[in-house]
């Protein structure tokens, strides 16, 4: 069974970054489309951007568009999400996903998952 750990999270103001790290550990996985999805108290798990294998197409949500960007370390079996311009609304628990279909990452059905890693953001 493959596992993704997450790393990275933490408190910051408004306007701050914070660069978020998702560790697979399985080689297989660098086979595998990657991506991100965040959940806040009382609201659904929202997806948030993926990348596909070789990192050559990369797809955000409108929310976090032109703010964060997903990257891959295929060597190292490690996606990175750099969130720049932190808002209040970007404060959630955000999951790293994988699965084969870069589809599935979107959709938020991925077949593997994070324990999750909390960004708070304060004003």
């Known amino acids: 069974q493959e596992q993704l750990v997450e790393s990275g999270g933490g408190q910051v103001q408004a306007g701050d970054s914070l660069r978020l790290s998702c560790v697979a550990s399985g080689r297989t996985l660098s086979n595998y489309a990657m991506g991100w999805s965040r959940q806040a108290p009382g609201k659904e798990r929202e997806f948030v951007a993926a990348?596909?294998?070789?990192?050559?197409?990369?797809y955000y949500a409108d929310s976090v568009k032109g703010r964060f960007t997903i990257s891959r370390d295929i060597g190292k079996s490690t996606v990175y999400l750099q969130m720049n311009s932190l808002k209040s609304e970007d404060a959630a628990v955000y999951y790293c996903?994988?699965?084969?279909?870069?589809?599935?990452?979107?959709?938020?059905?991925?077949?593997?998952w994070g324990q999750g890693t909390q960004v708070t953001v304060s004003s």
């Open positions: 996903a994988a699965d084969r279909l870069f589809s599935a990452v979107v959709a938020g059905t991925s077949g593997s």
């Open positions: 990348i596909t294998p070789s990192g050559a197409w990369t």
